[in-house]
């Protein structure tokens, strides 16, 4: 999902972002609402995304500096009630990220590397 979100701003990107760490990706994102703030005319709907946007940067950034390198990289542990309310909190913001940031894929195979993106494949 923090590829697709990324994507979602910079298509000639596409590819790109499965090998780069998420800070580097965080900071594309950063730098895409930036732009957007420049280039989006004024109104509500811009309003509306670009706080979506800085939302998810946001999450992004706690995700990996609250969660991810604790456990990735073998910091920390959660007991079970600590590790079910991570996994709560994640699968309410990608159920908001699914329903708030447009389907981008143009092929299966595409779809296939977003659900793995997000934690979601079978």
């Not at 989006?40 to 979506?52: D, M």
């Not at 950034?61 to 994640?90: C, I, L, P």
């Amino acid at each position: 999902m923090l590829s697709a979100a990324a994507q979602r701003h910079d298509a000639a990107q596409r590819g790109r972002y499965t090998i780069q760490n998420w800070q580097k990706i965080i900071e594309q994102i950063d730098a895409a609402i930036r732009q957007s703030q420049k280039t989006l005319p004024k109104g509500e709907t811009r309003n509306e995304r670009l706080q979506f946007l800085s939302e998810v940067a946001k999450e992004f950034t706690h995700f990996k500096d609250g969660w991810r390198n604790y456990v990735s990289h073998n910091k920390g542990t959660y007991n079970d009630a600590q590790a079910r309310s991570v996994m709560e909190h994640v699968r309410q913001f990608m159920t908001s990220l699914a329903i708030n940031l447009p389907d981008t894929s143009s092929s299966p195979a595409s779809a296939e590397t977003h659900r793995v993106d997000a934690g979601l494949s079978e």
